[in-house]
Every structure is written in C-alpha cells, then in structure tokens.
C-alpha cells in the first residue's frame, strides 16, 4: 500500500472563520485518510451547501460541492456507479437533517457504503444564525427570537430509526478521537454515520462547551470502547450499570459497586436499545456525552448487494450483449 | 354460409377492444396487432386505460379500452375511429361507443348486459343499443361468458380462471373476422405460458371457440374482412412500445459507449415502464435504483454521471419539478445526464394515465438562472429507440444534461420495430481528458466546440473537484468575479449552441405548398396523416416536425418563413409557437391547440387546416 501524508490530501486555504471547528475537523479527516492509505484519486468526497459543505474544496481528492441537502443521494449514485470508490459524504446539520433529511435516512435504511460526516453545530452558519433542527426547545435566533416552539432531532436516534448500523461521535477539538472513529467509520462496510460536535464561533459560540476543552471531555465525556466497560472521570472513577429500563451513574468502589459491576460497551449488538441510550446521554441529564465508536454493526451494504445480484443474474440469463437481448422478443420476419 | 358472406379487401382497419380494466383488453389487443404485424401488415397501438388501479367491475369509470390500426401500407397513428369494436360489458359499449365509426361492426358480449351491468352502466331503458341509436344489423351480440363456461368445463380450472377466458373468445372472434391465421396467436400464447402449458392450451381452445362461432354464425355479420400488405420493409421486427423502445435505446448507448448504464429513478405513471424495462436486465450490468423520492432519482443519476457512467432519469411532469435542482447541478458541473421525461396532463397531479405535450417550456426554461440545455423529442413508439440514443450520444459527447421528451401517447403505443443493428450506428465518444493535458489541466478547460473535458474518478493526476457554485474559468476555482460569471454563462450558452442536428426535413408538397403543418414529437403520426389525407384531396400541404428542439437545426427559420400560411398544431396552448417565435424574427404562424389528454383525432386536424387555408 502507498503510503500518504496529510499533506497528500490537502488542497488550497480554507475560508472558514478563525476558530471554526471545521478548521479542526478537516486536519483530522487529513490525518485520518493519510493514515487510512487509500489514494487520494480513488476517494471522492461529496457535500452538500453550508459553511461545512465548503469542505470538498480543500481535499486533494475528487469532489463535489453540490447543492442543498442532496449529497447523500449524489453520494449514493457516485458509490453504487462506482463502487471501487472511498466516498465520503459531508453535511452540517440542515444540510443533512432538514432539507436533507430524506436522503440522510434511506442512505442509512439501505446502508450503502458512505462515510457520513455530520458537523453539528446546531445552527444556520453560512446564512447567518437561524434555529436548525438539532438547536434545543427554546432556542432564540434569528428566525426565533422568541425561542423555538419545537423539539429537535437527536441525529443517532434518526440514524438508528432508519436502521443504521454505524454510528460514531468526536468532539471536532479532539483530533485522536476523530481520527480514531473516521478510520473506524472506513473500516465499516456500510453508511457509517460520524456526529462531529462542532461549534460555531460567530452564530452558536459555546454550544458545546462542556466537552470542547480536554478538561471538559474528562468531566462530561465517556469514551466508549467496544470489549471495554463503561467507565468515565478524571479518574476514571465513575461507571454505567444497567437499572431496570436505563442506566445508571455509579461511583467505583462506593456501595460496593467494583469495576466487575460496571456495563461493557458492545458496539456490535445487532439489537441497538442499549447503544441508542448511550447515544442519547448527556442533554444535560446528569449523563456523560458518549464519543466513540457507539454502534458499528456487520450488515451486507446495497452496493455489494447490487453487484452480486448483477452477476448472479450474469450467470442465470442466456443474454449479455444488446443483441443478445433483442432476440429474447417475440421476432416474427418479413421476407 | 361462407360462400355468401362478402370478403372486403380493405387497405387499413382499425379495431378497439374494451371491457373491465381486468378483462385483459391490452393482451387480446396486443396478439392481435402481432398477429396482424407477422404477415406483414403495418400497426400502430394505444392502450387507454384509467387512472384507477381497478375500478368496481362493470363500472363507467373502469373502462380499459386497447386500439390496434392495421394497414396494408404504412399506417402512421392508431387511427380516429375503429370499424370494429369490441364491448365486453354494458359499460365499455357506454363510453367506448364514441370512438367506433358510423357503420362499425360491434362485438358485444350479450352475458354482460343483464339489468344489473345495465345499471351500473347509467342505462336507463333495457334496450342499450336502441338507447344508444346502434343499429342492432351491425351488431355481434354473443353469450360469450356462457360459451367460455361450456369451453372450458372440462378444463378442471375454477371460475375464476375461466373468466379470465374471455378476453381470447374476442379476439377469436376478431381473428375470424379479419381472416387471421390463428396458428401465429397460438405460438404466440404458447410461449408466453412456456412454464403453464395448461393455461396456454385453455386460452387456444377458448381463441379455436371464437373462431368458429364468428365461421358458424356469420350471418349476423355484414362482412370479413382482408388486409393485403404492399410496401414490406424486409427483415426482423418485434413489437414494442415506445416506454421499451426508450429503456432499448439505453442499453444500446451505454454499450456502445462502453459505459455503465445507471438509472435513478422515482415511479411515475407513465414512465414507469422504463424503470421495469431496465431493471430486467441486470444480465447487461445495468444498474437501476428505485430512490426515495424524485430529487434523489436525479440527484443520484448526476453522482453516478460524475462516477463515470452514462447517466439516466425518467419520470413525468410532477417529477420534472423535483429534478430541476439537480438537472441545473448538471448543467453547471457540465457532466452528462439524459432526463426522461413521459409527459403526461397536467398542472399538479392533473390527467396521470393521460397525453400531453404541456412541459415543453418547462424543460426549456424551469431552472433557475442562466440555464441551457437541450431538448430533444421522440416522434414515434419506434423512433424512442433512436431519440434515446441520440439523447444518450448528445449527453456524453456535450457533457450536458439533455432532456428526452416523449409523452404517454408514443410511451404505451405500440409499433412494429425492425430490429436495429448496433454497428451501424454512429459511435458514442466522450471527449475524457487527453493524456498530455496531465499537470497542467485544470476541470474548465474546453475541447475545440466548447465541451469540459471529463476525468472519471479513479484516473491518477486528475483528481478535481466540481460543484454548484460558479467557477473560474482558467483555475476550476470558485470565483464570484463578475466577468468571470459572465463569460461562464455565455460559453455554457455557446457550448449547447454549438451541438450539431440535422436540418429539419419537409415532407409533402416543400416546394408549393399552401400550408406548412409544424408540430414537435409524439403527435408526428397524427400531422403526417392528415398532411397525406389533405394531400389526396388535392391541398397542397407540407409538415415539418421538430425532433430537435433545443438547439434548433438550422434550417429553422427559412423553412418557417418560406410558406404563405404556417400552422403549429400541439397538444399544450402554444408553448412549441412561443418558443419558435421566440427564436426565429417575425414568425407569426397560426395555432392550432388541444389540451384533452387524448391523440389528435386527424378528420379533425384536417378540417381545422382546411379552414386555415380557406381563409
């Protein structure tokens, strides 16, 4: 395998604001696609519109900058046309839930082979500061200055309801967590959803404060493990345990609470209740944000499916050229 | 007796079978015309059936009629009104009726006419056919449903089943009529039931059964009927309908242009056909996805055009105004992409099941901005085939989205197709980056006619990126700059300006004709056919038909300006007039427009031109 540097697959100076997360996000997907090693000619990286949409325009790789929400599905035919490809589709949070919404979820019902990024700062960037559907009840902006009457989405609990099987989390700030779950995400056959919790310095700054610092994350984040338990702190002092139909915070070595307690983490649950409610914790309900790699579950993806039935098919009929198939009608001649 | 009855020698013949949406209407329709269509006879079909999945049976509203023309001679439509009509119910003589001849011949099924089908038919006396002013002498009524009964009682099937029957004792009856060789029928049936040879042998004794009554009882006939065939065009041909013919032409491009096929698609009727057609074909590597909505339909054609395959979209009207987004996408990634689209009526959900020419000023200009794209019309069932192809050929060597109109009129007709040979067709040849470009290549460069070049992911030292927002045009980067949007606007006007069509052709009388008929697409056959009829009543008359609409060829303007009276004849108010008033100075041509969802009827385009060259 070639080997690459980030610097293979970087492009141009990017325009985002100074302190954008994005600016973070896109040296880790560098790093992480250098350390991934596919070549930058054979990766195509495909968004929609929005502040993140711009993306494309700093990777050395093919592109497409498209329009408003449709990327997933520009992305779905650029991989099931192509399927040789590396694709990977970026959205922010309208881009990909609001307008895009439709496409986000039947990418992930029929699990084609994507690398999802949804950089989620919970507002309008590049129109300058309106509500989007990820903004919590009662946000005020400036389509909602009274606060939003509405309730948002929790992208994995879409992501989930569609049927997804990979989803992951990194805090954009956090470049070793994001690399680590963009390389898991590639190593997913299939949609593999990655939230990359973003903030917005001019429109949303703060939004996601409690885990933007590395002080934060210790505090506020457990990072999730397949095989390992849940534990989370400073000091790594504190568990999850299961309480009737949820979970529950616990102190190691208090109660007699031992780390032999404690849930371990199994992202390859094809049942996805547990995983569901870590991806939920953290709405300020005394829960840690989850990072990591919380679902990642082996499913036949619809670009393998549409190959194989293309060749079975191959295999089965007597005809494979266009005059092979003309001669499979009713023919009558005149003489 | 045989040897009183009058064989008639006729030159053409137009038969309607109708009945219940279940009674398999289209199948006796379709044997038919391939019967006709295998001695020779030329065809021409049209399936009329609601928009209603099944309607109640024997209602007005489930009505499903299927007409077959069969001509000596090149027939061009699927004819105005039959001479023969086929009613299996008291509701299909109801409101098929209208579309039979003053001295048709009428095929009813008399089982059918009891007091309750009469009722649900809106009959308000017992006689229907003295009620409807039908001349009981020109009238077949047979208990057909009792004589299938007795066919088949010994056949061990159920009821069901042998009702299913029925629609084979019509077309025996027709066959007999027309002095068919039902051995073609019955090869016909036993192929199509290859894996239920019982099934096959039901529906031949049930065709055997109609036959004979129509030679045993023909004296409620006034005559039989022989169509001769002159002109044959040696060689191979099949039936196909022009949805099919388009999925061929395809297949056919995409081979010959050595790429994959992709369709994204949504179903919409009447394009849905295209969808099945090519999701059969998986054994030619074809790739169909069936996506969530129409936007991603087209959106996913445009990222598998960017992946490197020949890229396809079908839909009809509603659909058009999803894909509209990501068509101008295309048109301003100038990748190839070939968007169907079936028109059917509209505004909204409008006529679904029915014809219209309505969404030609929509494709030309329903985008936003600046956005050029070529327009392209198939004429025919059969010509779908070659629209397709070309529209698939134009696409690729432009990189361009080019739109394919057809309509739901020359998308379920049906015509007999002589099977194309892909060798003698022009080659397909995108215009890929060429090699020495590599390292100084940048994705708005311009072959010599204006086109991008194409670099298909995969191909190392080519690696760009595309998008909507505008572009420079040295760099490929994004530049608001004024005179650079400028001079991207124009050489995107000025690309599509540049394709090369074929000049328009004028048949009938181009050197001294009084009235030049214009029309566009599927109402070709109609045109032509009155043109021919004007003509044999001594006018002098020409047609010139547009297949290429956008952009026009460039003979436009003087064929338009060089006879005293033009006539645009078209199934929407106008907008094929506007458009060429538009591009060609001072046309000012006479209208002629009908917007009822159903063919033009050419004893009424004939008296329509007659007027226009009376005055």
Known sequence: MAQYTFQDFKKGQPRWCPGCGDHFFLNSLHKAMAEIGIAPHETAVISGIGCSSRLPHYMATYGMNTIHGRAAAIATG????????????????????????NHFIHANRR?????????????????????????????????????????PFRPAELCF???????????????????????????????????????????????HDSVYSKEGRAKNAIYVRHGQPLVFGENKEYGLVQEGFGLKVVEIGKDGVTIDDILVHDAHCEDNTLQLKLALMGDGDGFPIALGVIRDVEAPTYNDAVEAQIEEVKAKKAYHTFAELLETNDIWEVK | MAETLEIKELDQVVVRFSGDSGDGMQLAGNIFSTVSATVGNSISTFPDYP??????????????????????????????????????????????????????????????????????????????????????????????????????????????????????????????LFSRDTEIAFNFLREKFAKKPGLADANIKVIQAGYDYGHNTHSSAANVYRIETKNKVPGRYMDITGNKATAYGFIAAAEKAGLKLYLGSYPITPATDVLHELSKHKSLGVTTVQCEDEIA?????????????????????????????????????????????????????????KSEQTDLLQVLFGRNGESPMPVMAALSPTDCFDAAYDASKMALEHMTPVVLLTDAFVANGSGAFKLPKLDEYPAIEPPYVPEELRGTWTPYMRAENGTRYWAVPGREGFAHILGGLEKDDKTGAISTNPENHDLMTRKRAQKIANIEVPDLEVLGDRDDAELLIVGFGGTYGHLRAAMEEMRSQGKKVALAHFRYINPLPKNTAEVLKKYPRVVVAEQNMGQLAAWLRMKVDGFVPYQYNEVKGQPFVVSTLVSNFEQIINK
């Open chain 2, 51 to 176: 928009a209603d999945i099944r309607a109640p049976q024997g209602s007005l509203t489930g009505v499903s009629g299927f007409q077959v023309h069969i001509g000596a001679g090149q027939v061009f439509t699927p004819g105005d009104l039959c001479d023969v009509l086929v009613a299996m119910n008291a509701a299909a003589l109801k409101t098929q009726y209208r579309y039979a001849k003053p001295n048709a011949t009428i095929i009813i099924d008399t089982d059918s006419f009891g007091p309750k089908d009469l009722e649900k038919a809106a009959f308000k006396t017992d006689d229907p056919l003295k009620e409807m002013g039908i001349d009981p002498d020109r009238v077949i009524a047979c208990p057909l449903t009792t004589m299938v009964k007795d066919c088949l009682a010994d056949s061990g099937m159920d009821q069901k089943g042998i009702l299913k029957c029925r629609n084979m004792f019509a077309l025996g009856l027709v066959c007999w």
């Open chain 1, 78 to 101: 650029c991989k099931v046309a192509n399927p040789r490809l590396t694709v990977w589709q970026v959205s922010g949070d309208g881009d990909g839930l609001a307008i895009g919404g």
């Open chain 2, 297 to 353: 339909g087209c959106a996913s054609a445009v990222g598998a055009s960017f992946a490197g395959a020949l890229a396809v979209t079908s839909t009809s009207g509603p659909g058009i105004c999803l894909k509209s987004e990501a068509m101008n996408l295309a048109v301003i990634m100038e990748l190839p992409l070939v968007v169907l689209d079936v028109q059917r009526g509209g505004p909204a959900t409008g006529l679904p099941t």
């Open chain 1, 111 to 151: 699990n084609i082979d994507l690398n999802m990024i949804l950089l989620n700062n919970r507002i309008y960037g590049l129109t300058k500061g309106q509500y989007s559907p990820t903004s919590p009840r009662g946000f005020v902006s400036k389509s909602s200055p009274y606060g939003t009457v509405e309730d």
């Open chain 1, 161 to 207: 309801g569609a049927r997804g099987h990979f989803f992951a989390r990194a805090v954009a700030t956090d470049a070793q967590g994001t690399i680590d779950i963009l390389k898991a995400a590639q190593q997913h056959k299939g949609a593999s959803v990655c939230e990359i919790l973003q903030n917005c310095v001019i429109f949303n700054n703060g939004t």
